[in-house]
């Protein structure tokens, strides 16, 4: 019997780091699912279609949104962006972990679904603004005013940290990564989400029985 899969959320103010701490935890746990949503920004340079995102225009999304197929979805900096269902629903019923790389808006869909018990979710702050800011603007794939306009969101994404079940400071990546894993491994430990549990304690006891 496989347990099954949990959804990780990980959201932060646009530039602390998510993306690279969820590639990071990709690749230490290959079985890992990351869930690659749709989008109608524009690609970033090095971004593929189906890999980082599905790049849609409205019209595509919309029609997405309206055949139910989003688990989630929500305005983000003037762009749609939202979670398709049917691979997260496999994910689950394969035992999968999902890994979420959305805001505060998605998390809040999702933890209010019926999906919401599954839901570990992750808020990742920045050690200053002065840093956030030079992340953004050291990742060099934003024009000024985009960055700008992200900078000016980010306090008010950063007001949802307390929604969140745990909140990490991604100072150094090392270990900002560490403590994603420690939240995973005992997650992954909970009673609730070992499914084998109570036919391991029935089998002590039958050897107690035997004694
Ligand atoms: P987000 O996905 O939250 O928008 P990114 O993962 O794209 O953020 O990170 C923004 C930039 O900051 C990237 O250039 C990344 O390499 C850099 N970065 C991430 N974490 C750290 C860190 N702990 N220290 C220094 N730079 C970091
Ligand atoms: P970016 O344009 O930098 O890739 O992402 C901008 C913001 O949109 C980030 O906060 C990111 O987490 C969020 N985002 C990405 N995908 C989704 C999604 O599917 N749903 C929601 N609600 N937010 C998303």
Redesign the pocket.
């Known amino acids: 019997m496989t347990r099954k899969g949990l959804l990780i959320i ?5 530039g602390a780091g ?2 690279t701490l969820a590639k990071r935890l990709m690749a230490w746990d290959p079985t890992l699912k990351f ?1 690659v ?3 109608t ?1 524009a690609p ?1 340079a090095g971004e593929q279609d189906g890999h ?2 599905f790049f849609r225009d409205r019209a595509a999304f919309e029609a997405m949104v309206a055949a139910g197929d989003m688990l ?3 305005e ?2 003037g ?1 749609l ?3 398709p269902k049917s691979p997260v629903e496999a994910a689950m019923h394969e035992g999968r972990d999902t890994l ?4 505060w ?3 809040q ?1 999702i933890r209010n679904s019926s999906l919401g018990k599954d839901v570990v979710s992750i808020f990742i702050l920045p050690p200053s603004i002065a840093d956030l800011e030079s992340r953004l603007r050291g990742r060099g794939q934003d024009t000024e005013e985009i960055i700008a306009g ?1 900078m000016a969101k980010s306090q008010s ?1 950063i007001s949802h940290w307390a929604e969140y079940d745990y909140v990490l400071v991604n100072e150094d990546l090392d270990t900002a990564e560490d403590e994603l894993k420690t939240i995973l491994r005992a997650e992954r430990m909970r009673r609730d989400r070992q499914p084998g549990l109570t036919d391991f304690i029935r089998n002590l006891n039958k050897e107690f029985d035997a004694r």
Do not use: C, M
């Not at 990980?10 to 646009?14: A, E, G, R, V, Y």
């Not at 979420?100 to 805001?103: A, L, V």
């Open positions: 990980l959201s932060s103010p646009s998510k993306s869930s949503s749709a989008t920004r970033r980082d995102y989630e979805h929500a983000v900096f762009n962006y939202g979670t979420f790389d959305i805001d808006q998605g998390g869909q992200r994404e």
